[in-house]
């Protein structure tokens, strides 16, 4: 239970997350409620919802570290959004000390016009390849360049991506919304600065090349390709649910119905939603972080003067071996990514580099690789990322797309023209007789 007290606040922070159960809490907020009653709330559904710390003091934290300084260091806090007291969602505020929760208060936001047009890719990243913020777009599906530029406002979005429920307003959509912007706020610069080091040779510290590494598992996690990927596997457990428990021997039909029903509770309702996906972009970008930093890092620089790199709707691709071992496939270590970092820099995530302590002070930035290539080497990582990536690429002109799928075509026909002559050498040697 938690208990009020007077203890300082640490630091300040916003934190979007999901709960699932029941929180008590004291509410200080006379408007709402009255003062000094303590409530009970039973959460029966998951709910999104976002909490945001008051700084009233200024408290250090008893190991010297400023409590969610990083967004990828968030604490983990309860909350819960009462939308019963007000025509508005209303948020719950948490003052704490350290992890230990100690006062809330409940207040009502300004109302505000919802923001429909909500970005999965970040419009920074866009414009980094834009000329006044218009790109040229390549139709990956048909193979077709369109014929006029498309501002980066309506690029990679989708109206409500964010929302509980896909392309219906809600405020976890702009819960959701207010999260990205301080995420892609605080990771401009830090991209920006990154990609001039590496063009112009300065030593990459250890820190740049995690936060490249937190930033490229953001956009994974946060594309649409990954939200279909989810929505797959979901469709895939629906189908086969029945198959579940036909291999379940040793189990009455009164427990393989216990069993499909805890599937279709937790699993099939959710089918519609969005949820899963959301909580994976907050709770999983540290995990996936971590592994993409464990591992070896090239910078590919373009020193062509005829072709720049290409950015997609998928700006971190997954790329697996052409060969594939085992029944589950590549692990994540077998895998390759890239990542589209501006026109003359793409990054490409490989192998493993297994750090040990002293190497963070010692061989700072020792495991990145630089990498100059010229004309054709940037039309392959071009052909890369088109062959990778979900529906659509852009680029600053429609240079990039046509080099690319002239060579595509180029590369088809010599490959029939191989099959023509195999077919015909089977002929003449009779192998069909």
Known sequence: MMRENQQDVVASTSYTGQILGTLRFFVRNPSIMSQGKRVSTEIKEPIMHRIRTEGIGAAQAAEGNEIGSRLWETWTILGVVLT????????????????????????????????????????????????????????????KILTRARSTKSCCSQEYFHAQRKGIADQTSQDFEEYMGIFETKFAPIVKQFEQDVIDRKEISEQQIRNIAFFASHLMLRGVKFRDMIEGGKKQLKEGKSRITAGMVDLDQKAKSAVLKKIEDEYLDSLEDNSTHLEMIVNSTLIFGNLLYSRKVTAYISCSSDLSFIV??????????????????????????????????????????????????????????????????????????????????????????????????????????????????????????
Not at 90 to 109: G, Y
Not at 313 to 342: A, C, H, K, W
Not at 367 to 381: D, G, P
């Open 312 to 433: 997609t709707d998928t700006p971190v691709i997954d790329v697996s071996p052409q060969q594939r071992n085992g029944f589950r496939g590549p692990g994540l270590f077998e895998r390759e990514q890239y990542m589209s970092l501006s026109p003359r820099v793409i990054l490409h995530f490989h192998g493993q580099h297994f750090r040990k302590p002293e190497e963070f002070i010692n061989k700072k930035g020792k495991h990145l690789k630089r990498q100059s290539i010229s004309t054709e080497a940037v039309n392959t990582k071009n052909i890369l990322f088109m062959t990778h990536s979900y529906k659509e690429a852009f680029s600053s002109s429609s240079r990039e797309f046509e080099y690319a799928l002239n060579d595509m075509n180029d590369r088809l026909n010599k490959h029939r023209d191989q099959r023509r002559k195999e077919f015909e050498e089977a002929l003449r040697k009779g192998f069909f007789d």
């Open 84 to 143: 019963d007291q007000s025509p508005y969602p209303t948020v719950l505020h948490l003052d704490f000390s350290l992890s230990q929760p100690t006062r809330w208060s409940v207040c009502t936001p300004k109302c505000m016009s919802m923001k429909a047009n909500q970005h999965w890719t970040p419009k920074f990243l866009l414009n980094r390849f834009a000329v006044k913020k218009m790109l040229v777009v390549h139709n990956i599906d048909t193979g």
